[in-house]
Structures are given as structure tokens and as C-alpha cells.
């Protein structure tokens, strides 16, 4: 029974799921791009996102995808040579500080290996004896793991060692899934990208950042001119904004998304994104009960809302991904290398299953459904009462969080 006809769902960390509001949003000829409504939308937009990330701040926006914001984030903060410290939860942070190394920066590695949590003290140790640190670089959420970084202590870190740096952060996975307000949390720069919690098409990163950032900004003689922060904010017209032509299309989409966002109130949605992910670490667990499924991250105060990272030695991984898109219509996440010691014990015999953005409760459960389906399909064997337990931490969610939160049909 190939190729399931029904509904397919995108179990993937990013893209995500994209609502039909924010497809329709989109469907439409060329606007025009010197007045009119993708102006208008696009001021609407600025202060939403900024609500989203918690800052007064500014915002830089590109017609790129995260990877971009990257470059973006370490080309207006520092110059070659400047030494950064890269706080490593995952093959995300690792391949960010490679870029990180690829521009000429110092980079300084602390690994916290692939399963959370980070040290905060040996953050405050490291600074302590080296006050050349300009930044230090750590993600949110690093999806390859779906560790689920303490900002907030990584911040406190670097204050008690006494160090300037400043604090840059990867939210592309977390970004309107788990809870960050930048400027009460001390962040420098926040890093994020339209197609993962903010539910449109890749297409549009951005880096938010605070006074230090733009003070740190003035101070380089030089920033490569497509990625400079300074061409991108302030009264410069709107061709200015995206340095050239604006992505029209998926801005239309953005703001449609973001407007989703505002309806549904941004503290329901981080609730949402919360019961959901526990309903997925409820289910893992059930079935790692009798099996070889484990969630990979054990302390459930480091588990990601937006991401799951299911291990599962001596599973034929490609075969269980491909039997749940093809015969259930569910895509899920591959193993992302997590560290060079992951890869050469074997990877990937690990699964992500994405649950950002777009997802509620009958999202979810024919997600874990269609996965306890593959896993009889295939022969592998896992302990019983997953999807009851699901549907268990579902419901106390929805008591728990409900009241505030309008009934949706996107
Ligand atoms: C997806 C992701 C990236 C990369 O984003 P692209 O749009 O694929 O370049 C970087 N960091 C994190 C944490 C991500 O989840």
C-alpha cells in the first residue's frame, strides 16, 4: 500500500508545516514594490517580530535562509582575528562556528556534548582567565540534538566572570516555540529565519540586535556591504531594507503568519508548543519502555518545544522514514550528524520528529500514530501505551492552558 492518499504531514524541523492562511496570503501576482500594501504589510511586520523576539531593538532582515543570518550575525559584531567562544550543544553550533572559523575569527570551543545540558560555570571558569572573548555563540535549540539551551545562565556567566562579550544567539529553531524575551534575558543578537516556528517558506532571516551589538557594529572599519546591519535599518526607504528587491511573496506569507501569532497571543502559543512536545517526550518514553527508541535528551528541562531527537540504535532509520512518508504520509526528520563522535559510532540511527509552529493536538497524534504504525510495519519492537499517554499529557495541557486561547481553523 503505497503512496497514502489523505492528508500528508510535515513531521520535519524546518521547513515547517505552512497554514493555508499564510499559502493564500501568498497567491498573488508581483505587487508593487515602490508603495502600497507590501509596505504597509512590511511595517506591520517589523514591530510583530519584535514582539516575538522581546527586544526594542533593532531588526536587519535578508532574503536568505538561517545560514545567512549567521554570516550576518558574526561579519557586523567582530573582525578577523576577534576571538569568540562557541558553546557546542550540537552539530548546528558546531557548523556555525566552523563559518564562525571560515571568516577568520578565533574561534574557542566548549563542548557540552550531544545531550544537554550546558555547564554554566565552566562558561564563567573559561571567561574568567580570558578576557580577549568578544562573543560568545551558542543556539537556542540545536536541532540536531533538540537540546534546549539555558540563555538565561549562559548570560549570568558572563557577567559574574566580568567579560564584555557579547552574547549572540541561534533561535532559528526556537524562535516562537520556546520562550526567549531578548532584552530581559541580556541577548546581544538574536538570530532567526521565516521557516521553522514563524510557519513560512525559507526565504527571509534576520538578526535582531541591542545598543552593544550597534555599538560593536560602529567600531568595524569594514562590514561586507550585502550583510551590514547599518544599510539595512533606519529611514533609508524600503528598497534599502532587503538591500534590493524585497522577497515580496513570502513577505506577504511572514506577515500572515505573524498576524496568526498575534491572534493566538505569543504566551498560548509557546504553551501549545510546550504540551505538544511533552505529549511527544511522553510517547518516546513509552516506547523506549521494551525497545531501542530513546528520547536522546534525558533531563526534560533541556528538551526543545520545537524538536524531538529520537535515537534508535540498530534501527534501519532510512526504512522506518521511508515507510512513514510513503505508506502514512508522514515526513519526519533525518539524523543530523550531532558531533564527529556520533558520526563515527554509526549515525544515523537517529530520527527528529519536528513539532514547530504550525501543530496542535490531531497533528501530533497522527504523527506518533503513523510512527507506532511503522514501527509494526517494521519489526521493531516498542513498549505499549504511547499514544494513550500522549493523548494523557494532550489533555492536562488543554485543561492547563486553554481559557486564554481562541479555538483555530487555519
Ligand atoms: C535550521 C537551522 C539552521 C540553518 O538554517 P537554514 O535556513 O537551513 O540555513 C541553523 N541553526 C539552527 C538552530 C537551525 O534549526
Not at 498573488?28 to 515602490?34: E, F, G, N, T, W
Not at 502559543?269 to 523506549?288: D, E, L, T
Not at 501543530?359 to 506518533?368: G, R, S
Request: charged share 20%.
Amino acid at each position: 500500500m503505497a503512496n497514502a492518499t489523505g492528508r500528508r504531514f510535515m513531521a520535519t524541523p524546518g521547513p515547517s508545516s505552512i497554514p493555508d492562511r499564510v499559502l493564500q496570503a501568498m497567491h498573488r501576482d508581483a505587487p508593487s514594490i515602490y508603495e502600497g500594501e507590501i509596505v504597509e504589510e512590511t511595517e506591520r511586520l517589523v514591530p510583530r517580530l519584535r514582539r516575538i523576539a522581546g527586544t526594542e531593538g533593532e531588526i536587519a532582515m535578508y532574503a536568505a535562509n538561517g545560514h545567512g543570518a549567521w554570516e550576518a550575525a558574526l561579519v557586523n559584531t567582530l573582525g578577523p582575528g576577534d576571538r569568540a567562544l562557541a558553546l557546542y550543544t550540537g552539530g548546528f553550533t558546531r557548523n556555525w562556528a566552523q563559518l564562525a572559523k571560515e571568516l577568520g575569527l578565533e574561534v574557542v570551543e566548549l563542548d557540552f556534548g550531544t545531550a544537554g545540558p550546558i555547564d554554566a560555570n565552566r562558561i564563567a571558569d573559561y571567561l574568567r582567565g580570558d578576557c580577549s572573548i568578544r562573543a560568545v555563540l551558542m543556539a537556542h535549540t540545536d536541532t540536531s540534538t533538540s537540546v534546549l539551551a539555558d540563555v538565561g545562565a549562559v548570560r549570568h556567566a558572563i557577567d559574574v566572570a566580568g567579560s564584555t562579550a557579547l552574547l549572540i544567539v541561534d533561535c532559528i529553531a526556537s524562535f516562537g516555540c520556546d520562550r526567549l524575551e531578548m532584552d530581559s534575558c541580556g541577548v546581544d543578537v538574536v538570530i532567526t529565519a521565516s521557516q521553522k516556528g514563524l510557519m513560512a517558506p525559507p526565504g527571509i532571516s534576520m538578526n535582531f540586535f541591542g545598543q552593544r551589538a550597534r555599538a560593536a557594529r560602529a567600531k568595524l572599519d569594514r562590514v561586507s556591504p550585502y550583510w551590514d546591519w547599518q544599510k539595512r535599518v533606519g529611514s533609508q526607504g524600503y528598497y534599502q531594507m532587503f538591500f534590493g528587491t524585497a522577497p515580496t511573496n513570502t513577505l506577504f506569507g511572514l506577515c500572515e503568519a505573524t498576524r496568526m501569532i498575534e491572534e493566538e497571543g505569543l504566551e498560548n502559543v509557546w504553551h501549545r508548543h510546550q504540551v505538544v512536545a511533552a505529549s511527544v517526550h511522553a510517547a518516546v518514553a513509552c516506547w523506549g519502555v521494551d525497545g531501542p527508541l530513546a528520547l536522546n535528551v534525558a533531563l526534560p528541562s533541556s528538551r526543545s518545544t520545537a524538536v524531538t531527537t529520537v535515537r534508535c540504535p540498530g534501527v534501519d532509520v532510512a526504512n522506518l522514514r521511508r515507510l512513514c512518508e510513503t505508506a502514512f504520509g508522514v515526513t519526519l526528520g533525518t539524523g543530523f550528524p550531532m558531533s564527529p563522535a556520533t558520526v563515527s559510532s554509526g549515525e544515523p540511527h537517529t530520527f527528529r520528529i519536528g513539532h514547530m509552529g504550525h501543530v496542535n493536538t490531531p497533528t501530533i497524534l497522527a504523527v506518533l500514530g503513523s510512527i507506532q504504525t511503522a514501527l509494526e510495519v517494521a519489526g521493531i519492537s516498542y513498549g505499549r501505551g504511547a499514544l494513550s499517554a500522549a493523548a494523557h499529557v494532550l489533555a492536562a495541557g488543554w485543561s492547563s492552558g486553554a481559557p486564554n486561547a481562541p479555538l483555530r481553523r487555519d
